[in-house]
């Protein structure tokens, strides 16, 4: 069987070593630009992380403000959450009471001011909740929405639907 060779004439010399020659040259002429690519990239992955990084800090930092932030809009409108009021699964739950009503007595005000307070760690959690879905979706809509579901569970009043 004979080989098969092609009519054309190639450029590339037949000789291993010459080959070997022409290799090394490409790999010299070629390798600084390569090296200086790869720095350059490196640079950039350095400078997104550092980007990155700062990002991260910023949410962090606005995630321990922003419940206080609602919490100051909440008192500048007359919310107040050290009054009485009555639990959510009670019958008229999330209304005020009467704190010195003859028909209540010392402890029982206290129950209720101790369950007002439960409520307020539950709407904080369901807050949680609800931002990390945010968080998710990225809308201002959602953050909108979690902080009207927010301010509704503090008040006591029905708590709307999380809006994407």
Same mark, same amino acid.
């Given at each position: 069987?004979?080989? !098969?060779?092609?009519?054309?004439? *190639?450029?590339?010399?037949? *000789?291993?070593?010459? +080959?070997? %020659?022409?290799?090394?040259?490409?790999?010299?002429?070629?390798?600084? @630009?390569? #090296?200086?690519?790869?720095?350059? +990239?490196?640079? $950039?992955?350095?400078?997104?992380?550092?980007?990155? /990084?700062?990002?991260?800090?910023?949410?962090?930092?606005?995630? +321990?403000?922003?419940?206080?932030?609602?919490?100051?809009?909440?008192?500048? !409108?007359?919310?107040?959450?050290? %009054?009485?009021?009555?639990?959510?699964?009670? *019958?008229?739950?999330? %209304?005020?009471?009467? $704190?010195?009503?003859? #028909?209540?007595?010392?402890?029982? @005000?206290?129950?209720?001011?101790?369950?007002?307070?439960?409520?307020?760690?539950?709407?904080?959690?369901?807050?949680?909740?609800?931002?990390? /879905?945010?968080?998710?979706?990225?809308?201002?809509?959602?953050?909108?929405?979690?902080?009207?579901?927010?301010?509704?569970?503090?008040?006591?009043?029905?708590?709307?639907?999380?809006?994407?």
């Amino acid at each position: 069987m004979i080989p !098969y060779k092609s009519p054309l004439l *190639t450029s590339v010399p037949q *000789t291993l070593q010459k +080959r070997l %020659e022409i290799m090394q040259a490409v790999r010299t002429l070629a390798g600084p @630009d390569a #090296e200086g690519q790869l720095r350059r +990239r490196q640079a $950039e992955i350095a400078c997104l992380r550092r980007e990155l /990084k700062e990002i991260a800090q910023d949410l962090r930092q606005l995630c +321990r403000e922003w419940p206080l932030l609602i919490r100051s809009n909440l008192r500048k !409108y007359g919310y107040n959450p050290e %009054e009485p009021r009555v639990p959510k699964h009670h *019958t008229g739950g999330g %209304e005020w009471t009467s $704190e010195g009503g003859s #028909e209540s007595s010392g402890a029982g @005000d206290a129950t209720i001011i101790l369950a007002a307070r439960r409520n307020q760690a539950e709407c904080d959690e369901q807050y949680k909740l609800d931002i990390f /879905k945010c968080n998710l979706v990225h809308t201002p809509l959602c953050y909108a929405s979690a902080m009207e579901r927010y301010a509704a569970c503090l008040a006591g009043r029905s708590i709307p639907q999380l809006r994407f």
